[in-house]
């Protein structure tokens, strides 16, 4: 059984930083893609960053130059690095793989909980 287990959310000023991670726990065979949404109250959830196994990485425009996404392959896990944050980047954080687990060894896409991330202005 895979699970992704997120950390690092929490409060901070407008202006901050936080880092967010996520590990990918269980019987992993591989992994392609990792990479990190959020859902804002009324809101759909958004694609912020993704990181794929050769660490290039995308980013939606509304993040690019202040959001890092990164990945450990060793660790099955991957980082957010968030700077300069905004009020409007309050939202919970989740983040997303594809994994193939030792079971089937086909890939699956799995989700973290989510992490609550709040900026204060």
């Known amino acids: 059984q895979v699970q992704l287990v997120e950390s690092g959310g929490g409060l901070v000023q407008a202006g901050g930083s936080l880092r967010l991670s996520c590990v990918a726990s269980?019987?992993?065979?591989?992994?392609?893609?990792m990479g990190w949404y959020r859902q804002a109250p009324g809101k759909e959830r958004e694609l912020l960053a993704t990181v794929f196994s050769d660490q290039s990485a995308d980013y939606a425009d509304s993040v690019k130059g202040r959001f890092t996404v990164s990945r450990d392959n060793a660790k099955n896990t991957v980082y957010l690095q968030m700077n300069s944050l905004k009020p409007e980047d309050t939202a919970v954080y989740y983040c997303n793989a594809e994994i193939a687990p030792y079971a089937d060894f086909r890939y699956h896409f799995y989700w973290g909980q989510g992490t609550q991330v709040t900026v204060s202005s």
């Open positions: 269980g019987t992993v065979f591989g992994t392609r893609s």
